[in-house]
């Protein structure tokens, strides 16, 4: 019988790490990533790691940074500090009654299968059904300051080795850089990612873009309607990719079986953590729909947790899971996690196979606190 996951305490630090490039989207500038960490310590003082992908401000999706550490001190750790559960689906059971706040949630619940994986002595992939020992890695380019330091971007970053390029885009610079890069480069693979920045008026954009041969293109419409990408679909060929609209497993069926889509970002995240990422797997396998793992900026803890997470057979295209190093000079973990070749290879210690780099967490934490509920 698998040993039972216990909670004894919990550790959060808050982290500003600086960006090594300045990267541009549809909402703005980001020089920085605020980073928040939990540390889940067991029985035996062995340890979980989680990452959260909230952000400062509600830009991408509702959470923020300040909502999901209060939640997490006040009434999720709380909730489940000092107990035993089963596995990590029977801890989130305790906070069932908490409604929505799924990248808080996700961000415990991560640390939860990274302590229950090491418990079993198992890296996480496997506990989750992966069937890779590496994955395929794609670029995310922000907006550049012209064609031509587009086309210098993903010139370098082919060289690397990267198997798939995608371009930000936003309204006034769309058709332009992807003209230009596929002049470029005839054939390599290349996306585009809106974030949510068109409307349906803006339907001549992407009929245009059709021209360009896109693997896909990302979230052009409102993150809450998938009834409008449903209609863009019908009038465009390149298949659209769902991310900010793909909260759900149900949302995932119901996007699917409205064609608003053909192809999904999982971030688990964005959906709630890993186990809701799983049904969101096995619906996207049942209607043939391929799955690749977009990133927001993680740091090592939540890069490797989206490389394991890669390894499911349903993730059929290169994920957002480039190099630490290209964002960062110090990573949150100890071990390098570096794109070779295309791909990046899944650790293969216990768990996540990662160890918190503590020394530069703690010398850089804006925030730490510990707590073991008052027990």
């Known amino acids: 019988m698998p040993p039972a996951l216990h909670i004894a305490r919990a550790e959060v630090f808050l982290l500003k ?29 062995e340890v979980g790691l989680g990452e959260g ?51 808080a949630k996700a961000m415990l619940e991560a640390a939860a299968w990274d302590l229950w994986a090491r418990g079993l ?22 907006i550049q300051a012209s064609e031509a330091a587009t086309v210098q971007a993903v010139e370098a970053h082919l060289a690397q080795g990267y198997r798939r390029i995608k371009l930000k885009i936003k309204p006034g610079w769309d058709v332009q850089p992807v003209a230009a890069v596929r002049a470029a480069f005839p054939d390599i693979a290349l996306t585009v990612d809106a974030n949510s920045a068109y409307s349906l008026a803006d339907t ?12 896909y293109i990302e979230q052009p419409l409102a993150y809450d309607d998938l009834q409008d990408h449903a209609a863009l679909q019908s009038r465009i060929g390149t298949p659209l990719c769902l991310d900010e609209s793909i909260v759900s497993a149900r949302a995932a069926r119901q996007a699917l079986a409205l064609d608003a889509g053909r192809v999904i970002n999982v971030k688990q995240g964005r ?19 391929p799955l690749w793992c977009g990133g927001m900026l993680e740091s090592g803890v939540g890069r490797a947790l989206n490389i394991h997470l890669s390894t499911l057979p349903g993730f059929s295209k290169p994920g957002d899971t480039a190099s630490a190093s290209r964002y960062w000079d110090t990573d949150t973990v100890n071990e390098p996690l570096e794109m070779i070749g295309g791909y990046q290879m899944v650790p293969s210690g216990p768990g996540l196979g990662v160890s918190l780099n503590r020394e530069f967490v703690q010398s850089v934490a804006s925030e730490h606190w510990t707590t073991d509920g008052g027990r």
């Open 204 to 215: 001549r954009v992407f009929q245009t873009l059709d021209a360009y041969n896109l693997d």
């Open 271 to 289: 959906v709630g953590g890993v186990a809701e990422s799983l049904r969101i797997h096995d619906v996207a396998q049942a209607f043939s729909a």
């Open 121 to 142: 002595g198992v890296p996480l992939a496997h506990l989750l059904g992966g069937v890779r020992e590496r994955v395929a890695v794609g670029v995310s380019l922000g």
């Open 53 to 103: 992908v909230m952000e400062d401000a509600p830009m991408f999706r509702e959470e923020t940074v300040t909502g999901a550490l209060y939640l997490l001190k006040e009434l999720f750790l709380p909730a489940i500090l000092g107990q035993s559960f089963a596995n990590p689906q029977a801890m989130m059971l305790a906070l069932s009654g908490f409604r929505g706040n799924p990248m």
């Open 17 to 45: 790490l600086p960006l090594k490039f300045r990267f541009e989207t549809s909402f703005g500038v980001q020089t920085a990533k605020t980073v928040p960490l939990i540390v889940l310590h067991g029985a035996n003082d």
